[in-house]
Nanobody, 122 residues
């Protein structure tokens, strides 16, 4: 599976961005999709995940109520809608997939995209 993340950019605090993750290769609809982020000098952390059907979603406490993960299996694409952005959301955002249940652990994901930079100014 090849993943291509896009949609990052510079936004003011309180603003919104929508990230996309386009997949190619094996059947995307059978995979769990996760979004992670990594700020400079910090470890990669879980942001959100969605089951293959879209029926189950998980969020990090820091983004609950502000971010929404979704997917369009017919388009082989997943999304992360980010609202009410804060400067602490600044990071490189990565999408990843795995073939089992949703997980908050990066090491349990099998394929990764290249990352897209989100910068939130105060």
């Amino acid at each position: 599976v090849q993943l291509q993340a896009s949609g990052g950019g510079l936004v003011q605090a309180g603003g919104s961005l929508r990230l996309s993750c386009a997949a190619s290769g094996r059947t995307f609809s059978t995979y769990v999709m996760g979004w992670f982020r990594q700020a400079p000098g910090k470890e990669r952390e879980f942001v959100a995940a969605i089951s293959w059907s879209g029926g189950t979603t998980d969020y990090a406490d820091s983004v609950k109520g502000r971010f929404t993960i979704s997917r369009a299996n017919a388009k082989n694409t997943a999304y992360l809608q980010m609202n009410s952005l804060k400067p602490e959301d600044t990071a490189v955002y990565y999408c990843a997939v795995r073939s089992s249940a949703t997980s908050v652990y990066p090491r349990r994901y099998d394929y990764w995209g290249q990352g897209t930079l989100v910068t939130v100014s105060s």
